[in-house]
T-cell receptor, first 115, second 110 residues
Framework: AQKITQTQPGMFVQEKEAVTLDCTYDTSDQSYGLFWYKQPSSGEMIFLIYQGSYDEQNATEGRYSLNFQKARKSANLVISASQLGDSAMYFCAMREDNYGQNFVFGPGTRLSVLP | DSGVTQTPKHLITATGQRVTLRCSPRSGDLSVYWYQQSLDQGLQFLIQYYNGEERAKGNILERFSAQQFPDLHSELNLSSLELGDSALYFC?????????FGPGTRLTVL
């Protein structure tokens, strides 16, 4: 079964607008972490934001915020004031905290910011 | 610059061969992760090491093996290479709440 679902293969947003990228996850663990990464066309993977399963506040990092709804098992990424440089693939990932740390990535959403 | 280094950047080899990919984590990070990114499989977690010990295993083939050395650098060994092993291989290091990726090694198997 898919542990991380990203239902939007592609998204478009107008420059300076906000955009929400969806992510739902599936785990029976109580302790886990949720991550978002950006992968521009150059190929590098850039860490954006982290949310722990016990964190009560939604994580924020500059223009990125994570809308964490634990009961719904969703961890949507909100990018405010989109910039042309935000055009990239975005991956949601989950770290399951057992003895080790198994990471599972979603299929990604390709975001295109329009001028 | 994430602080994670990977060598080589590109590798071209033939089927049946063996290659070694190398990773140096960020200073202070004890965990190293290896990932494979291919067009048809997406980003797949392969294996995690923590301070020299294997901690978690993902979709790693038996032809692949890894280790982490006392200086915390890690190597991923890929043997009996097949065409389908062509992919971008990432190493990442973590201090738990963050995970930083290296620039990747692009492996092409001809």
């Amino acid at each position: 079964a898919q542990k991380i679902t990203q239902t939007q293969p592609g998204m478009f947003v107008q420059e300076k607008e906000a955009v929400t990228l969806d992510c739902t996850y599936d785990t029976s663990d109580q302790s886990y972490g949720l991550f978002w990464y950006k992968q521009p066309s150059s190929g590098e993977m850039i860490f954006l934001i982290y949310q722990g399963s016990y964190d009560e506040q939604n994580a924020t990092e500059g223009r990125y915020s994570l809308n964490f709804q634990k009961a719904r098992k969703s961890a949507n990424l909100v990018i405010s004031a989109s910039q042309l440089g935000d055009s990239a693939m975005y991956f949601c990932a989950m770290r399951e905290d057992n003895y080790g740390q198994n990471f599972v990535f979603g299929p990604g959403t390709r975001l295109s910011v329009l001028p | 610059d994430s602080g994670v280094t990977q060598t080589p950047k590109h590798l071209i080899t033939a089927t049946g061969q063996r290659v070694t990919l190398r990773c140096s984590p960020r200073s202070g990070d004890l965990s190293v992760y290896w990932y494979q990114q291919s067009l048809d499989q997406g980003l797949q977690f392969l294996i995690q090491y923590y301070n020299g010990e294997e901690r978690a295993k993902g979709n790693i083939l038996e032809r692949f093996s890894a280790q982490q050395f006392p200086d915390l650098h890690s190597e991923l060994n890929l043997s009996s290479l097949e065409l389908g092993d062509s992919a971008l291989y990432f190493c990442a290091s973590s201090n738990y709440n963050e995970q930083f990726f290296g620039p990747g090694t692009r492996l092409t198997v001809l």
